[in-house]
C-alpha cells in the first residue's frame, strides 16, 4: 500500500479552477492506477477519474469531462487534477485513491486512500 496526501482545494467561484495534487509515500506508486472520488455532505462517494500506470490512458465521469484532466508524474509520485469551469454541485471533499485497476469505477478496488480536500464553490 502507499500513503496518500492530497492538496489544493479551497473556496472558489463558479467558473473558476482550481488543481490538486496528491502526494504518494511508500512503494511501487508507478504500478497503482491512481484516481479521484468525491463525496458531497449527505450523498455517496462518487468515482470522478482515474490515470493508469503509465499514464496514456484516462477515465471520467460524465461529471467531470471536458472540465477536468487528471495527470500524473511517476517520478516525483504524484497525481493531479486540473479543474477547470468549476460549478457549485463540484463542491465536495476530494479524495486521492491507489489501487491495482481491476476495475477503476469502484471504489471497492482501490486500497489506499488519503484523507481528502475540500472543495466549496459557490455560485
Known amino acids: 500500500q502507499v500513503q496518500l496526501v492530497e492538496s489544493g482545494g479551497g473556496l472558489v467561484q463558479a467558473g473558476d479552477s482550481l488543481r490538486l495534487s496528491c502526494v504518494a509515500s511508500?512503494?511501487?506508486?508507478?504500478?497503482?492506477?491512481m484516481a479521484w472520488f468525491r463525496q458531497a455532505p449527505g450523498k455517496e462517494r462518487e468515482f470522478v477519474s482515474a490515470?493508469?500506470?503509465?499514464?496514456?490512458?484516462?477515465y471520467y465521469a460524465d461529471s467531470g469531462k471536458g472540465r477536468f484532466t487528471i495527470s500524473r508524474d511517476n517520478a516525483k509520485n504524484m497525481v493531479y487534477m486540473q479543474m477547470n469551469s468549476l460549478k457549485p454541485e463540484d463542491t465536495a471533499v476530494y479524495h486521492c485513491?491507489?489501487?491495482?485497476?481491476?476495475?477503476?469505477?469502484?471504489?471497492?478496488?482501490?486500497?489506499?486512500w488519503g484523507q481528502g480536500t475540500q472543495v466549496n464553490v459557490s455560485s
Open positions: 490515470i493508469i500506470f503509465s499514464g496514456v490512458r484516462t
Open positions: 485513491a491507489a489501487g491495482p485497476g481491476r476495475n477503476v469505477y469502484n471504489e471497492r478496488d482501490y486500497h489506499s
Open positions: 511508500g512503494r511501487a506508486f508507478s504500478n497503482y492506477i
